[in-house]
């Protein structure tokens, strides 16, 4: 009962076209929309501190699903290749609170042979709450491994969109 | 509809429409899409058990939210009115996983004077993962307290809504 | 024992067997003891449901873990053999409030050839707040796997200990 | 010492001084001893990176518990005075896994009218794996507020201890 019979193919055409559920990047800029649940306050009335880097991760996860890298299926077929963040530099300024509505803004500003370095920013309509620089690097099996080229031309793509953004 | 048109100055009109972050109400049935991340996942591979219970909170928030009640301002400005779950009883059938993308359908089955019963299912692609029937308490200062006429009117047209799906 | 002495160089003797990291097991009953932190609460000021249960699967896994079942040995030994929640019913009684210590308690109340039952209670100063019935299922590629035989060895003498506890 | 004999009335006198739940003090180190579970992995294997900052978070609430800065009591009887973060630089170095042991090491680097800095290592058996410096500011309604002599005068001693350490 608790499903029908065409349940998400049910979904309409306009749902469907509609639910940008990765966000967009435009002028080499990712955001993702999203939601502050019960999930992601504390006891003190604000956004835990810890689920603002929940937050980076899903924009950084989605930002490299829309240039055409799946991380799940990299890990899957390419020996357990990877992206593990190694360096993360975060300021907060101010704090989100329950029921906000935030978006992600995701910029890759460097990439090198094993590693890329990324700027993003929590925002809530327009206001700047967080922000952080993460160095993350490509490993496999523990250790640095080179990016593939068609994953290196992938994210050249959207470094020079940002330089025109 | 779900937010004003200037929610982000920095999202286009196409995606402020798009962007049905909260979620649809259908014949009785709330649906909120959702996706699998790094953060829900465990190293057996699958997401891990707890998580389902954030998603399905997810989608009542967001149901609520649909039928008009705001559970923050609610909390802020009726003395500390909340929604706290009683009971909870869960199937776990099978497992999500990394990047899947999922559909939370929660249903009202039933309101008293100062609770209700939902069901909540965790779908992919029409396919049952997750169900889950859930107890919920209005409460203040962590007693039982009436759910307010107003809330009871939106929460009833939901019910009723259900009969119809 | 629950540490080999060397560990940590940095602690010394009388911190390491006074620190009973995965707790104890007496007359049947498997009992952990841990803190509410930040980390465990919401803005409504208590413990968010859903982390009771990350509670409990910590109390199930050092209460597996005293009895002598390494669950990530398993998974990397035994072709990934794995226990998975099948079924939950929850009772939230009463609130867990920041900084509280909070006893974990587990008991085994059933084995078969590929699951078992598991009772816990999460209690504050001998006061009952959450209690958890759990089905567990031993599983293989995501399929029901027999419980080998020395692990069912193990389970069932907990289980007699619980007849006497 | 950290908890009163009678805390709860089902542990015995041995496992109640064994338990040394908020860690200890030496030479101006905070140690905090504890257990990766299944909720700290992701599915790559390994502890998801936002998992350190709770991590971090437990050791910080310990070590100000111990040193006799009760956050909740602050909370609630200053007019919602808390510690919030600032600023984190945080170095993934290597990863923990399922199962392990860690301690996290904190120290007081320095002190301010209305903020403090923290040193913060996450080491297993003693070796390092992750870091990181952590500002921290004391806030009432959001903004920075002046740290009770009480607390700087527990704080300053803690800072003195480092230097011996």
Excluded: W
């Excluded at 979904?11 to 080499?28: F, S, V, Y």
């Excluded at 704090?95 to 978006?103: I, Q, S």
């Amino acid at each position: 009962m608790h499903q029908s019979p065409d349940a998400s193919p049910s979904a309409n055409a306009d749902e469907q076209q509609g639910h940008a559920l990765a966000g967009a990047i435009t002028n080499g800029v990712h955001r993702l929309r999203l939601r502050v649940y019960y999930e992601d306050t504390d006891f003190s009335g604000i956004v835990y501190h810890a689920n603002y880097l929940r937050y980076c991760e899903r924009g950084r996860s989605d930002c490299l699903r829309l240039i055409g890298i799946d991380q799940s299926r990299l890990h899957r077929e390419e020996g357990g290749l990877a992206f593990a963040v190694r360096r993360m530099e975060i300021d907060f300024r101010r704090p989100a609170l329950m029921d906000d509505v935030l978006d992600v803004e995701t910029r890759i500003i460097e990439t090198g042979g094993a590693s890329l370095t990324m700027d993003q920013a929590v925002m809530r309509a327009g206001e700047f709450l967080v922000g952080a620089r993460v160095a993350v690097a490509c490993i496999r099996d523990g250790r640095p491994a080179r990016i593939p080229a068609s994953l290196r031309e992938a994210l050249a793509g959207m470094l020079a969109g940002s330089g025109k953004g």
